[in-house]
């Protein structure tokens, strides 16, 4: 017989007796509190076998049963006993249940206890390295040595020489198993947790910056309009001053009776131009306000019905076929009929004017010969449809393209352009129709803007003013 090399205490607890109270499942007993002033430690498990390796004495070959039976009966938690060649080589295992149940009846008592231990030892049983994991060793038994749940198994240092350490037990094995597979669910859950929680902080930061941006967009809606809107009151406020110096000039005039027939013609000219300010820059500003008013619509301000794609298409190019029916520039359509969306056509008719007059405000520019714009319309995944909008024009800077969605932003500052054409665009498909807008453009090839729309818009969509 020889004597043990591990150093673990065969009372050791294993598992989850050693998880502080704030990890240990509800049904547990409760463990020692952290020590104050300082962190809870973190849990810890076992993990490999060699924390289960018993430190239970071994057999030589040459010894006989009743050597084995004594150093068994003297300590009941060594499931068997390893029996080592003389050269100290691991050749056999004799299991406890095994030789006790043999010693147990009196005729095989007599018969065994001086015969070898050999004819009794599991001349192959499970030999695992102290690294191996829990799972790993728990895999092994079930397909490979299923016996091992009687007789455990021999836990070695590993290496050519797999020197011996001790013998585990499977009891212990599954307890350390359970305690393991309890702390990595706990672990999980701490995880989770954790994660939910940094999901949810995510989520408010992007609404804080969504509402961040929000305002921002909204600051410079504001200046903006007040910055276009300023300019044509500013001129009707001076047409309007001067047509009413001129008024009363005239009137004074025909109070003291020296009024002149040239001071008839001078006020009636002065008249005409200032009322022909008057009407134009009113205009202008009243235009303002109703794309600023498009800005903020939402469902309840359209009617809900279904529609054909097409039709509402042809319906918006004939009402604004005076814009380009005599000019240089083709409106074409290509839609296949029967697509039909379940949605709001007047957003949509919107959505396809602002398009072509922003095609024909920018698209041509500088431009002699002619060219095309074409409206094409094909299905998309997930039971949508993409209305395309694509020109052979002079295309956009990637400045441009970057921010042409942006509300104000306008390449024809003072000529016309308002900067809110494709805002206005964008507000309507992302908010009321709830769909989406790419725009891609290349300098010198040309344009193309594409609408995703769900063949059933949303109920729940809407704009805000952005």
């Known amino acids: 017989m020889r004597g043990a090399t591990g150093n673990r205490s065969t009372t050791e607890k294993t598992g989850m007796e050693a998880l502080p109270d704030w990890l240990r499942p509800p049904a547990s007993s409760p463990a020692s509190a952290p020590t104050q002033g300082m962190p809870p430690a973190r849990p810890s498990a076992i993990n490999v076998i060699r924390e289960l390796a018993l430190p239970a004495p071994t057999l ?5 049963c009743k050597t084995a039976y004594v150093l068994l009966a003297q300590e009941d938690s060594f499931p068997g006993l390893a029996v080592l060649s003389p050269e100290g080589r691991i050749v056999g295992l004799v299991c406890r249940i095994t030789l006790l149940s043999l ?54 240092g590993g290496g050519p020489a797999r020197n011996y350490l001790g013998i585990g ?12 597979a309890e702390l990595r669910a706990v672990e999980l859950e701490r995880t989770s947790n954790a994660a939910e929680e940094a999901l949810a902080e995510l989520r408010e930061t992007q609404h804080q910056l969504v509402e961040a941006k929000k305002l921002s967009a909204l600051g410079k809606i504001v200046a903006g309009i007040g910055h276009e809107i300023n300019t044509p009151i500013g001129v009707a406020i001076s047409a309007a001053t001067t047509l009413i110096a001129k008024t009363n000039d005239l ?68 009402m604004l076929s ?69 020109d052979d024009g002079s295309g956009m800077s990637a400045e441009v393209l970057r921010r042409a969605f942006e509300p104000f932003f306008t390449t024809r500052l003072g000529q016309g352009g308002s900067g809110l054409g ?11 129709m709830g769909g989406e807008i790419i725009l891609e453009s290349l300098p010198g090839k040309g344009t193309a803007l594409t609408v995703t729309l769900p063949l059933t818009a949303p109920a729940d969509a809407g704009t805000e003013l952005l």
């Open 60 to 64: 030589l070959s040459s010894d006989n």
């Open 103 to 156: 010693f147990s009846q009196p005729l095989l008592h007599a018969l065994y206890e001086k015969r070898p231990i050999t004819l009794v030892m599991d001349a192959d049983p499970l030999i695992a390295d102290a690294e191996t994991t829990l799972d790993a060793l728990s895999k092994r038994i079930a397909t490979e040595k299923p016996n091992a749940l009687m007789g455990g198994f021999v836990v070695t």
């Open 169 to 180: 037990s499977t009891q212990d094995l599954m307890r350390a198993s359970t305690a393991l």
């Open 251 to 318: 009137l004074e005039e025909i109070s003291t009776g020296t009024i002149r027939r040239k001071s008839i013609e001078t006020f009636a000219g002065v008249s005409r131009q200032s009322v022909d300010l008057l009407e134009r820059n009113l205009n202008r500003a009243a235009e303002l306000i109703q794309n600023f008013k498009q800005l903020a619509v939402d469902q309840t301000t359209y009617p809900r019905r279904a529609f054909d794609l097409g039709e509402e298409v042809e319906t918006v190019l004939t």
């Open 322 to 390: 005076s814009t380009f029916k005599n000019g240089p520039i083709q409106v074409e359509v290509e839609i296949p009929a029967g697509i039909v969306i379940d949605g709001y056509p007047g957003p949509l008719q919107q959505i396809v004017g602002n398009t072509l007059n922003n095609a024909l405000t920018h698209a041509f520019t500088g431009r002699r010969q002619g060219g095309r714009v074409k409206f094409t319309a094909r299905p998309a995944a997930g039971d949508k449809v993409a209305l395309i909008c694509w």
């Open 422 to 432: 494709l805002h206005i665009v964008y507000t309507l498909v992302t908010g009321v």
